[in-house]
């Protein structure tokens, strides 16, 4: 244990035959419904220790139905163990009713081969956190969303004019972000990296609850220490249903992560 | 059925129990290997049985290992029945060997609700499909992938550069597509219109085989009949993998599909 809420709040017990207990915390909500990404960590956490591998690679979250603060029981089935990565199915439900179906590969991602910028645009530009928008969680309500206090977001002044009143009709969000309590970002964590930041069509002027369908997120290296950047972009807004495309950078500029979510747009 | 080998080759029988039988053909392979599009489309036939949906909405697949022509056994589990989608499991498995586990959601696309162009770009501007080089399917070794006679390809003379051993640097890939047997794209079909072009690193210098490891497709409506056009680009190229991003638009300018698929760079 590292002392982090991050830890303490994914952490899962063995129960026996790929079965695992956890809790789920109302630390990491916004307005009372725990982060989709927080929620993911968890199940990724069993899907790590029943395949043996220390780092997701490919992993898809399909939310069916939202999690709520409280105990939370996981199955996990194993698909392929291969040489280098590993397959596998998760399944995490509360009270009998399943909230989370997961299934995705674990490898380690230090031995990982290939160049880190074969191709690919570098981080985005911003500006020193300190110059950036802390994203405080207020919410509609007035009320503090409690993952805020745990998620050091800092978004780039470019992009909140939704905040300001004024959309920009650029539906794109570029920031940094870091835990609270100064645990360093992990593979574990970026399923809440790319799932904590406000929804980017907020800039086209849609406002309210902008529900994940699902989540898939592939992990290219493991980040150094620090503060990580994301640029997150939705390219396709049609038929009541958005993408977000999100990537992930690390302190010293390194591609982490890249991820797609599939979400309702508010009606 | 309706005469078309996509049809036939995808059948599957209902052997009870969430169980279906399948016959997996050489008909859509490239160098001996059939299409993992193809392969998921019949997965995906199962998720819809299972499920009573007619449509996929948001499905994922992981390429565990190739599949190959021959007998297929299907085993669905259901995640979840809801009021307007469906969640479910597919294994697909050959010679007792798992090949291919999908996770994915389907429902009805004529009832999604929502603007077909609430913000996107347009697809793409492409010559005539008589204008585009014919993806003839030819192969190191000079013989004909069976697929090419299946998949009619005309690839935008942009995004050749590789085919004329100039590879532009930008890899991107766009063109027309549907069957030559003149049966009408529908939503099963997508997964093997965005796993059906030449992969986009070709247009890097990489050459050989780009294994798919995870493909992820989203629908957004059903089809008009006639070509297909498809944009795909690989936007992050690092660590030995690439993604590939893909949006599929019908001949009535609308969004079909966006999808992105995780693969290994040729080593």
Known sequence: ????????????????????????????SIGGVPNGGYVMAMALRALLDATGRPDPLGVTGHFVRPAEPGPAEL???????????????????????ERLRVLGSATELDRLEGSDAEHGPPPPDLPPPEECLHG?????????????????????????????????????????????DGRPADSLLMPVVVDGFPPTVFELGFA???????????????????????????????????DEDSAVWDSEGRLVAVARQLAMLPR
Request: aromatic content about 6%.
């Open 1 to 28: 244990m590292t002392g982090s809420e991050f830890d303490a709040d994914t952490a899962i017990v063995a129960a026996g035959e790929g079965r695992y207990t956890g809790t789920i915390t109302d630390r990491w």
């Open 75 to 97: 199955r996990v089935e194993l698909v392929r163990a291969g040489r280098s990565s590993s397959t596998a199915i998760v399944a995490l439900s509360q009270n009998g009713s």
């Open 136 to 180: 405080e969680g207020v919410l509609p309500d007035g009320s503090i969303a409690e993952i805020a206090r745990r998620l050091d977001l800092r978004i780039s002044p470019e992009h909140v004019g939704w905040a300001r009143g004024a959309p920009t009709g650029r539906p794109e969000i570029a920031g940094w972000i870091r835990l609270v």
């Open 208 to 242: 309210g609850w902008v529900p994940t369908l699902e989540l898939t997120v592939h992990l290219r290296r493991r980040p150094a220490g620090g503060w990580l950047r994301c640029a997150i972009r939705s390219t396709h807004v049609s038929r009541g249903l958005v």
